[in-house]
């Protein structure tokens, strides 16, 4: 069974640039969360969908946002990207609520 | 005071003893309760989950919850140097699928 699949793995961008990060959950999963991993922060709450809608919502700017398609496949985006945006962006999945999440194995991004 | 408390470590455990993680956390509408292994450069891995008081136990992994006193635990049989990672606690309200993690626990374990 194939896991949470995510591209890229590595990203390099600009300041100013934006990215768009994809994210493939396992087959049958509906729900699709995005995790932001630093050093300093640990593992923080981007936000999460279900059958195409935003469910929950991180505190992070509006610069960051999300969607997710009818076959459960989710994108995050993030405009205006900052120097204090490189980090590993995880995304997972859960085939039910309340139940454990399957991480991705992310994408690290490196803003320059 | 973080949601999510954990000792940060480093924790060393000789090879074949318990190794014994604790987490305490703040929100008392939390439901669910997660327990994540992450190696060095990998992402986390789901190793035991836990909803109700008591004791839950899977192999060697035998994760522990008291909701009265806000507090999760991990116990580690007979570990192996491959269990030497990062150990993220990480719990979830009723009605929100939000995980919230703690900084992590990283342990050692000397052969």
């Known amino acids: 069974k194939a896991g949470v699949t995510q591209t890229p793995r590595y990203l390099i961008k600009t300041r100013g640039q934006q990215v768009t990060l994809s994210c493939s959950p396992i087959?049958?999963?509906?729900?699709v969360s995005w995790y932001q991993q630093t050093p300093g922060q640990g593992l923080q709450f981007l936000f999460e969908?279900?059958?195409?809608?935003?469910?929950n919502k991180g505190n992070f700017p509006g610069r960051f946002s999300g969607r997710q398609f009818s076959n459960s496949r989710s994108e995050m985006n993030v405009s205006t990207l900052e120097l204090g945006d490189s980090a590993l962006y995880l995304c997972a999945s859960s085939v039910r609520d309340r139940g454990g999440y399957t991480f991705g194995s992310g994408t690290r991004l490196t803003v320059v | 005071q973080k949601e999510v408390e954990q000792n940060s470590g480093p924790l060393s455990v000789p090879e074949g003893a318990i190794a014994s993680l604790n987490c305490t956390y703040s929100?008392?509408?939390?439901?669910?309760f997660f327990w994540y292994r992450q190696y060095s450069g990998k992402s986390p891995e789901l190793i035991m989950s836990i909803y109700s008081n008591g004791d839950k136990e899977d192999g060697r992994f035998t994760a522990q919850l008291n909701k009265a006193s806000q507090y999760v635990s991990l116990l580690i049989r007979d570990s192996q140097p491959s269990d030497s990672a990062t150990y993220l606690c990480?719990?979830?309200?009723?009605?929100?699928?939000?995980?919230?993690f703690g900084t992590g626990t990283r342990l050692t374990i000397i052969p």
């Open positions: 990480a719990t979830m309200a009723g009605g929100n699928e939000k995980l919230t």
């Open positions: 087959s049958g999963h509906r729900s």
């Open positions: 969908y279900f059958s195409e809608t935003q469910r």
């Open positions: 929100d008392r509408g939390s439901q669910s």
